[in-house]
């Protein structure tokens, strides 16, 4: 089952930027460090690990297989669940248009 686009909400903490109310994930606006909380939809998410400038975070739970939105538009799938508030990178998610490549595949 797809996930549900999340509505925009005035909930988002300011470095997380929201390009478009059907996304699925937001944009980092400035440096988030490693136990930082940010607020999405209200929700308080403690960060992980650090997350540079201009990465993406999921803004509400992803399945596997789901596109991965941005600017309104699919740019990728996920390739595991993600939970919201959880990085979004090439570790759980896939192009739909574009191979990506990486040291792994040398291999």
């Known amino acids: 089952m797809a996930s549900e686009p999340v509505k925009p ?4 903490d300011p470095r997380l930027l929201r390009l ?4 699925n994930v937001g944009v980092i606006i400035a440096t988030v460090r490693q136990g930082d909380v940010l607020d999405i939809a209200g929700q308080a998410h403690t960060m992980a690990f650090d997350i ?3 990465h993406k975070l999921a ?3 992803i399945a ?3 596109k991965i939105v ?3 538009a699919p740019i990728g799938s996920a390739t595991a669940d993600i939970a919201a508030g959880a990085y979004v990178h090439i570790h759980n998610m896939k ?3 574009i191979p990506i490549y990486s040291t792994d595949a040398a291999s």
């Open 9 to 12: 909400n005035s909930g988002d």
């Open 20 to 23: 478009s109310p059907r996304d």
């Open 52 to 54: 540079a400038l201009g």
């Open 59 to 61: 803004l509400a739970p």
């Open 64 to 66: 596997r297989g789901d």
């Open 70 to 72: 941005k600017y309104g």
């Open 95 to 97: 192009s739909d248009y």
